[in-house]
């Protein structure tokens, strides 16, 4: 079974419409991160979360937002999507160590209408 | 602010080649993270480089750390079609673990027969 795991795994919505994505993870890591991919552009940091009370903005956080509802589980929602919200997200998790490599679920494409 | 590029976007060689892809950062960094990313897949960890002069090498492909010239370098020798993908490259943003990374906008790398 996968560490980390991202449901839905793709998903079509329509503008304004409010959607939730989720990670779940069995790594036992504290950190937990929500990037989105755009071709040509590499990942980029829309939040992230060192325990359960902790959450911090990453670079591109406005129109999304987050919680974590346990240390295994952090959702990413857009409020009211627009068709510039379509990407690929990613949930990662790392373990706070010196090297804190972070590990990346599958992904969800998500497109918005 | 810290960016980081990588060089070139896009690479094209013969099998049995050797070749390099290089990740310039802009500011101060103690890590680099090398990921893999087959299309339509999640992002695999490669490499983790901790501090100045690391170098890491796994199978055909070799990275490097060179902090005072802001530089990373992965390396890769007498490829394979099995190599071809896309590659990262992140670098750790700010002071003490923070666990922020900034990625490159990636190499795409198409190994011909």
């Known amino acids: 079974d996968a560490d980390v795991t991202q449901t839905p795994r793709n998903r079509i919505t329509k503008t304004g419409k409010r959607i939730m994505l989720e990670c779940s993870q069995t790594?036992?890591?504290?950190?937990m991160y929500w990037y989105r991919q755009d071709p040509g552009l590499g990942l980029q940091l829309i939040y992230y979360?060192?325990?359960?009370?902790?959450?911090n903005k990453g670079e591109i956080s406005d129109g999304y937002s987050v919680s974590r509802q346990a240390q295994a589980k952090f959702s990413l929602s857009l409020e009211s999507a627009i068709p510039n919200q379509t990407a690929l997200y990613f949930c990662a998790t790392s373990d706070g160590t010196s090297s804190n490599e972070q590990f990346f679920g599958p992904g969800t494409r998500l497109t918005v209408l | 602010e810290l960016k980081v590029e990588q060089n070139p976007l896009f690479l094209s060689m013969q099998e049995g080649k050797n070749y390099t892809i290089y990740c310039n950062y802009s500011t101060t960094s103690d890590r680099l993270y090398w990921y893999r990313q087959d299309p339509g897949k999640s992002l695999e960890s490669l490499f983790v480089?901790?501090?100045?002069?690391a170098v890491k090498q796994e199978g055909r492909l070799m990275a490097s750390l060179d902090t005072k010239a802001r530089l990373s370098t992965l390396h890769i020798t007498a490829a394979v079609h099995d190599l071809s993908a896309t590659y990262f490259c992140?670098?750790?943003?700010?002071?003490?673990?923070?666990?922020?990374?900034?990625f490159g906008q990636g190499t795409t790398l198409q190994v011909k027969p």
């Open positions: 979360s060192f325990d359960v009370k902790d959450i």
């Open positions: 480089l901790l501090s100045n002069g």
């Open positions: 790594k036992g890591h504290d950190r």
């Open positions: 992140a670098a750790k943003y700010g002071s003490g673990n923070t666990g922020k990374l900034i």
